[in-house]
């Protein structure tokens, strides 16, 4: 096995927002951005000295207008996937409780989604391979 190039590794930490219907919060990502268009699970890149359940109550707020704390935030998997020029390594955690109504505040259209209709909305490479765990816990 030869070794390939060091790979910066991006540490993202994504989140499944869960409703009282049971259905999942997509954002799409906006134009502009590297992979337009494909839909996400919210959360963001993890910032120097914050750890991912910091990084998601910073980034569902600034993205959805939305409070949560680290205690309504539950692990339930990741996604490890090796893009052409880094290593994305991104945590997946669930939440069930938060406060307000998440809407875009980027622009970026949004849908509350069921689980058995994931697949219907074409995600990046990373977010897909997380979809059969959501579904077995919804």
Known sequence: MTPS???KVVLVAACALIDADGRILLA?????????????FPG????PG?????????????????TTKVACLAPLTFASH??????LLM??????????TAHGREGQA????????LRDYPMPPADEPLIPYLMDLL
């Open 5 to 7: 190039a060091p790979r």
């Open 28 to 40: 799409q990502r906006p134009e502009g951005k590297a992979l337009a268009g494909l839909w996400e």
């Open 44 to 47: 963001g890149k993890v910032e």
């Open 50 to 66: 914050e750890t991912p359940e910091e990084t998601l109550i910073r980034e569902l707020h600034e993205e959805l207008g939305i």
């Open 82 to 87: 090796a893009y052409d020029d880094f290593h």
């Open 91 to 100: 945590p997946l955690y669930v939440c069930r409780r938060y406060e307000g």
């Open 110 to 117: 949004l849908k509350w989604v069921k689980p058995k209709m």
